[in-house]
Structure formats: C-alpha cells, structure tokens
C-alpha cells in the first residue's frame, strides 16, 4: 500500500501550533528530514467531536504515510487525545504494522513527576482536550499521587493565529483563564500549556503567574521523548532520511499558511497545498 523506502518524519496538526512541537523536536534532531502537514482549512479542532477529530487526523495520517513518512507525531493535543490511540489500535495493524504515530501528551505526562514538588499540576488547553481527560488518564498512570486541575481556554489559539499574542485583549483572557485555574487549586506548582499554540502566549502566562510556579510548554519534552524513542527502536530509525530539510504542506491557502507560520518559526516557509477529503 505504501512505499517502503526511507521517508522523512510527518508532523501533523489541525492548525499552526504544532510548528512549536516542529521546532523543538528539529532543535534535538537537526540531523533528520521532516514533512509538516496542517489542516489549516478545517481548524480548530478542538471543539469538534471525537469521531470528526479521529477521522480527520486518519486522513492526515494516511497523506503523510502515503507521501514516504515512516513515522508521524500528531504535534496536536486535541487529535492525540481524541484520535491517537483508535489509530494505533484500529488502523495501523491494517495499514503497515511497522510503521508508527506517536503522540504528545504521553511525553509530558513522563516528565511532570519530576517537575512538580507540591504535587498539585494545573493544566490550561483546550475545552476539547480537557473535556477528554487524556492527561488525567495518562498521569494518573505513571504518578497516581499528582492531582491535576485543568481549565478550558477556547479563545487562546485564536488569539495566536490572528497575531494578537502580544495585544491587551490577550492579556485579558490569559490572566482570566489562569486566575481561574488557581482558584480551583492553591497549591498548583506547575502548569502543563496543553495547546501547542500556548507558548506564544509566554510573555503574558508568566506575568500572571506567581512566582515559583513552572511553566510546562510542551516541544522541548517532546523532542526529549521522540529521541529516546529512536534509541530504543533503531529498525525504524534506520527508515528516516537525514538531510536536515524540511517540506510543508497545508489544506489551505499557501500564501496564507507562509504568513501565519511566521509568527510561530520567524522564519519564510515555502508550502503546498494538498487536499485530505
């Protein structure tokens, strides 16, 4: 069905976010070739519905695959939470069964225990993500002692993409929607950002965060994972190309793609369009 060639790795997500799980992970593994799809036309995910969400990300999946990607990473919370695990379990057994999707809330839910001292984590993401309790299953599971608060935030990643990170509207919501969180728990001394478009909001999360609490965003932990990955699965490793090169593609408009990847990379991106349906 697919072609068994060394491919580079794909990097899905519903929108732009997942350029940050991109960039961390080519900071950690420059050395490899990476294929970057958004499906920016039917963004947001994260109010959609898990069967929409699933059936989506199986098209991103099957497009990446399909264009010599051996491994995907679905750089997207909400389609790690509501699609990951059907397509491991369901798909790729019928697929390839070599080939691989990885997601990224398991890597951060590895790392939180050694990152909280309280034991008290909060969790800021979208309502979908949250309404999903991924990350309560998958922490609850590796450190059943942390307890996790999370508040969904469904303007955020809007916020983003319009190029507004730095406006006193965002500001605004940033510092209503993190208040809220710490109401529901004092004692919180880390917050996991569970959207990969939050890092963008940096400059106002720390503002109106007491100090002392640690900001978790989620690419550099990501990247740590994939890496460990590799090392321990080296049949699949040696199906990646190295040539440190970089393709994007989107199911939007590739002039608006370049402009808005800008603000995420700082960085002109050359991209092409594909259809997924």
Known sequence: MFSHSPGPIGIFDSGYGGLTILHGIRQ????????????????????RSFEVVYQFTRQA??????????????????????????IQQRDLPEWD??????GIIRPTAEVIGNLTTSRHVGLLATPGTILSG??????????????????????????????????????????KRIDMLLRKDPDIDAIILGCTHYPLLMNSIVTHVPPGVR?????????????????????????????????????ESE??????????LHEQVNVKHVDLG
């Not at 059943?144 to 508040?151: A, C, E, M």
């Open 134 to 175: 991924s990350y309560e299953l998958e922490i609850a599971k590796l450190f059943p002692d942390i307890r996790l608060s999370g508040v969904g935030c469904p303007l955020w990643a809007s916020i983003v993409e319009a190029g507004e990170a730095d406006s006193p509207g965002a500001d605004y919501f940033v510092k």
């Open 215 to 251: 900001i978790i965003p989620q690419g550099e932990y990501v990247a740590n994972s994939l890496r460990s990955y590799l090392d321990r699965h080296k049949s699949l490793e040696s199906m990646l190309t190295r040539g440190g090169g970089c393709q994007y593609l989107t199911t």
């Open 28 to 47: 950690r593994l420059p050395e490899y070739d990476y294929m970057y799809l958004g499906d920016n036309a039917r963004a947001p995910y994260g109010s």
């Open 255 to 264: 002039e608006k793609f370049s402009e808005t990847a800008r603000i995420f």
């Open 97 to 102: 069964p070599d080939r691989r999707v990885l």
């Open 61 to 86: 999946v099957l497009k990446l695959f399909d264009m010599g990607c051996q491994l995907v990473i679905l750089g997207c919370n909400t389609a790690s939470a509501k699609a990951l695990r059907s």
